[in-house]
């Protein structure tokens, strides 16, 4: 009689259930934004509203940047130091220069007038720079867009005006050191480093199409599995699904807004722009 062999037993699986990734991975933005294909019936729509609004107020964008960056202060301190006093009578006649003698002073780097020294504070002279990587200024604008459609009267934290602070989250917005009203750069830094986006250091693809979307939130991607419309609208990767309200997404509605993955490729595709991959 042959011996029966030792059979272990099966062992279960003590795996849980698999958790789907919060966002897409790197590899699946480039991938995302590398196959993106735009509605051919939106380009005259888009290409508008890159030339009005993105590439028009670059110069705003970039100031931004560097305001969150600390390579510029948007409200230097009051200069002390450089103005003139209004004199009268013989103290006027004391410093109007005009002798060859009194002349030759000047070419010894004398002043003029005693009260016009350089300002210490002049940011021209200071680096405020503290080794961050700008921000793109095309990712500003298109969260501009996003949260604004573009108007500098409301705060880029989420579109309330900026006569008060923030109502939306997130409320009481932004902390600048005065009451409202506010301008709209100074909010826009605010918000920035608000969401710590003055830490980053390698603004690749990935990084910008993530951050975009994180304006917005990972719903769409985490609990609906479609990609976020905040991205992607007016292209092959978003037909329908669109949040209509906090934590109300309704999967029939159709965005109407323009994704900023969609400005960003047709930017590249006009060669206005060119972003790292990794």
Not at 163 to 175: E, S
Request: charged share 25%.
């Amino acid at each position: 009689m042959r011996k029966k062999k030792n059979v272990k037993p099966a062992v279960k699986s003590k795996a849980g259930p698999v958790v789907k990734p919060s966002q897409p991975t790197d590899l699946e933005y480039i991938k995302l934004f590398e196959d993106c294909v735009i509605d051919a019936t939106k380009i005259g729509d888009i290409d508008k509203v890159i030339d009005d609004n993105v590439v028009a107020n670059k110069s705003i964008y970039t100031k931004i940047s560097d305001a969150v960056a600390g390579k510029v202060n948007l409200n230097p301190p009051v200069n002390f130091f450089s103005f003139t006093p209004q004199l009268e009578g013989a103290q006027r006649d004391f410093f109007s220069l005009k002798s060859p003698e009194e002349s030759d002073l000047l070419s010894m780097g004398i002043p003029k007038n005693p009260f016009q020294f350089k300002n210490p504070f002049d940011t021209a002279l200071v680096n405020f720079a503290s080794g961050s990587s700008n921000i793109p200024w095309y990712f500003i604008a298109c969260a501009h867009y996003l949260e604004c459609s573009f108007s500098f009267k409301k705060h880029l934290h989420n579109g309330d005006p900026l006569t008060n602070y923030t109502v939306r989250v997130p409320a009481n917005r932004p902390k600048v050191g005065h009451e409202p009203p506010f301008t709209f750069e100074e909010s826009a830094v605010d918000a920035l480093k608000f969401m710590r986006f003055d830490q980053i250091q390698n603004w690749n693809l990935p990084t910008i199409l993530r951050k975009l979307e994180a304006y917005n939130g990972f719903g769409y991607f985490k609990f609906h599995s479609i990609n976020s419309p905040y991205l992607w609208s007016y292209s092959n990767h978003y037909t329908k699904g669109k949040y209509v309200a906090d934590g109300k997404f309704d999967a029939e509605a159709v965005s109407k807004q323009l994704g900023s993955a969609v400005i960003l490729k047709r930017m590249e595709e006009r060669a206005l722009i060119g972003i790292a991959r990794h």
